[in-house]
């Protein structure tokens, strides 16, 4: 599918990143579709933002470290604010590959669908496909997600996402705060959003460590299945009216 000339933002929420975040952007700028882009820097103590607004890009600030969440709704609500038709989620620890960005953004475009996830296990499609510990936990989120709502994401951890505008305003009023991508599924699915997975290569961080280690990772499922079981009793914020 080819991509229609739209209004396309690509947020990349970045943490100290400093040693990412360039490589990061200039992978960006390279790719085969014309995009604006937004680093949303969530506190960090290194130069990350010095380093993304020395390449010109658009620099949001947090006042600290607010989480993952919190960064990734910044960048909904300045889409939302901008009047973006499309959004682009990219890590800003170099892990996604931007030269998939406008096979992700294509069901969008075309209207196929309103959320695309980016899956390193749909295919075999080579790449890192994380630890052996974070494997099985991806597979737990695949199989809760799939009992509670029907919705089969093989990649339920991915933060590799493309976003129509209504997905853009469910998300800017809410998003979930800590480990969100598994709930935020649920949510998207929730406001009857389509939700579509396509293959795409992820690739191991050159620099930096990740936040979720070691015991992060006990308590990560188990917050975020807490999340999702109350996500199911509530109605979602929005739910029918984006």
């Known amino acids: 599918m080819e991509v229609i000339n739209q209004h396309i933002l690509v947020i990349v929420p970045a943490l100290n990143e400093s040693g990412n975040i360039s490589r990061t952007i200039e992978e960006i700028r390279n790719n085969s579709v014309k995009v604006d882009i937004l680093v949303v820097d969530d506190g960090s103590v290194d130069n990350t933002a010095a380093c993304a607004r020395n390449l010109g890009v658009r620099v949001v600030s947090l006042p600290f470290?607010?989480?993952?969440?919190?960064?990734?709704?910044?960048?909904?609500?300045?889409?939302?604010?901008?009047?973006?038709?499309?959004?682009?989620?990219?890590?800003?620890?170099?892990?996604?590959?931007?030269?998939?960005?406008?096979?992700?953004?294509?069901?969008?475009?075309?209207?196929?669908?309103?959320?695309?996830?980016?899956?390193?296990?749909?295919?075999?499609?080579?790449?890192?496909?994380?630890?052996?510990?974070?494997?099985?936990?991806?597979?737990?989120?695949?199989?809760?997600?799939?009992?509670?709502?029907?919705?089969?994401?093989?990649?339920?951890?991915?933060?590799?996402?493309?976003?129509?505008k209504k997905m853009i305003a469910l998300f800017a009023a809410y998003y979930p705060h800590d480990f969100p991508e598994p709930e935020a599924i649920v949510v998207a699915h929730q406001a009857r959003g389509c939700i579509l997975e396509l293959p795409v290569v992820m690739r191991k961080r050159k620099a930096g460590s990740s936040s979720i280690r070691y015991f992060k990772t006990v308590y990560y499922m188990a917050k975020v299945t807490l999340a999702i079981l109350l996500r199911m009793i509530q109605v979602s914020p929005g739910a029918g009216k984006v």
């Not at 989480?67 to 959004?87: E, K, L, R």
């Open 65 to 164: 470290n607010l989480g993952i969440g919190a960064a990734v709704q910044t960048g909904f609500q300045y889409a939302q604010n901008h009047g973006y038709a499309i959004a682009v989620q990219v890590d800003g620890d170099g892990q996604h590959d931007a030269s998939f960005l406008e096979k992700l953004i294509a069901p969008i475009s075309s209207h196929a669908a309103d959320m695309v996830v980016g899956s390193r296990f749909l295919e075999n499609t080579g790449g890192f496909k994380s630890s052996f510990g974070r494997r099985l936990g991806i597979q737990f989120f695949v199989y809760l997600i799939n009992a509670l709502t029907g919705v089969k994401i093989k990649d339920p951890t991915s933060g590799f996402r493309a976003y129509n």
